[in-house]
């Protein structure tokens, strides 16, 4: 079955950049029926979609509006991956951060594995 | 893009019935009919309950059932269960390729 794992630092200093990797296995992120997704976590905002990155005999790359100017997906096919970068962090964006697939149920794409979540704090 | 509106809990004994609405607008919920909900149990990943307003995925009771009315979408809880008790979140569509979440509904059984 699919399974995601995911690795990164859990504490990140203000202004600096957070990185996560999510690996993929049981598929592929070059998939044409699946996208790869970035979704956080936290009290005061519950969960937010951030963003994905997919391919459709090319990459592509979605983004939400709170996060667009600071934020780059980007897939690694050599080792099965895709990664998160997201810059001048503040502690707002502590949080637990997870990776998640989505795949077509019905006319749309819905996240169906998730990975186990890593929780990131932003503090000096 | 602001999150959906959800209530912060619900309650109700074993067997009975319980209602999450979901708030958003034309531009989310009411605009497209992608309307999705999640379990999500304490320590664990949010696990896929309801898609397209109304379906449920292989595997999930029959008991979780979706509506939608203009802007507010709902999941219903018939025959409460001990295991229910979890957080629920609501996700939609909010077109150019972006999707909201809700703010999470606790739902405790009595």
């Known amino acids: 079955q699919v399974q995601l794992q995911q690795s990164g630092p859990g504490l990140v200093k203000p202004s600096q950049t957070l990185s996560l990797t999510c690996d993929i296995s049981?598929?592929?992120?070059?998939?044409?029926?699946?996208?790869w997704n970035w979704i956080r976590q936290s009290p005061s905002r519950g969960l937010e979609w951030l963003g994905r990155?997919?391919?459709?005999?090319?990459?592509?790359?979605d983004y939400a509006v709170s996060v667009k100017s600071r934020i780059t997906i980007n897939p690694d096919t050599s080792k099965n991956q895709f990664s998160l970068q997201l810059n001048s962090v503040t502690p707002e964006d502590t949080a637990v951060y997870y990776c998640?697939?989505?795949?077509?149920?019905?006319?749309?794409?819905?996240?169906?594995?998730w990975g186990k979540g890593t929780t990131i704090t932003v503090s000096s | 893009q602001s999150a959906l509106t959800q209530p912060a809990s619900v309650s109700g004994s074993p067997g009975q019935s319980i209602t999450i609405s979901c708030t958003g607008t034309?531009?989310?919920?009411?605009?497209?009919?992608?309307v999705s909900w999640y379990q999500q149990h304490p320590g664990t990943a949010p696990k896929l309950m309801i898609y397209?307003?109304?379906k449920r995925p292989s595997g999930v009771s029959n008991r979780f059932s979706g509506s939608k009315s203009g802007n507010t979408a709902s999941l219903t809880i018939s025959g409460l269960q001990a295991e229910d008790e979890a957080d629920y979140y609501c996700?939609?569509?909010?077109?150019?390729?972006?999707?909201?979440f809700g703010g999470g509904t606790k739902l405790t059984v009595l």
């Open positions: 049981g598929d592929s992120v070059s998939s044409n029926s699946a996208t």
């Open positions: 990155t997919y391919y459709r005999s090319k990459w592509s790359n």
């Open positions: 034309s531009s989310d919920v009411g605009g497209f009919n992608y």
């Open positions: 996700c939609s569509y909010a077109g150019s390729s972006t999707w909201v």
């Open positions: 998640a697939r989505s795949i077509v149920y019905g006319n749309e794409y819905y996240m169906d594995v």
């Open positions: 397209d307003v109304i």
